[in-house]
């Protein structure tokens, strides 16, 4: 089955950096768009970035634009979220999705989640 394993988070003060990694098992890695998503108790889960199969397309929530990187590692099955200049507001819990449909360079949200990872930003 598909299982997608979080990890990286943790506490960091204002202006500081985490991140944040990705392990997938059960899919063909390298045909699905992946993405980040991010989720605040209480709120919505809110999408923070997407990077297509082949890391052509990368595309980012306007809150993270110039300070979030993502990428992938389709060898090690494996997608990242390099955080940088971290903001309070940027305290959630963060998640890693696959895309829905296999080898599409647009992404929509699969089904598969893994159980999160802990950011918290300290002012």
């Known amino acids: 089955q598909v299982q997608l394993v979080e990890s990286g988070g943790g506490l960091v003060q204002t202006g500081g950096s985490l991140r944040l990694s990705c392990a997938a098992s059960?899919?063909?890695?390298?045909?699905?768009?992946m993405a980040w998503h991010r989720q605040v108790p209480g709120q919505q889960r809110e999408l923070v970035a997407t990077?297509?199969?082949?890391?052509?397309?990368?595309n980012y929530a306007d809150s993270v634009k110039g300070r979030f990187t993502i990428s992938r590692n389709n060898a090690k099955n494996s997608v990242f979220l390099q955080m940088n200049s971290l903001k309070p507001e940027d305290t959630a819990v963060y998640y890693c999705?696959?895309?829905?449909?296999?080898?599409?360079?647009?992404?929509?949200?699969?089904?598969?989640w893994g159980q999160g990872t802990q950011v918290t930003v300290s002012s």
């Open positions: 999705n696959v895309g829905k449909n296999y080898d599409e360079s647009n992404y929509a949200p699969g089904d598969y």
């Open positions: 990077i297509s199969p082949g890391s052509t397309q990368r």
């Open positions: 059960g899919i063909y890695f390298s045909a699905y768009a």
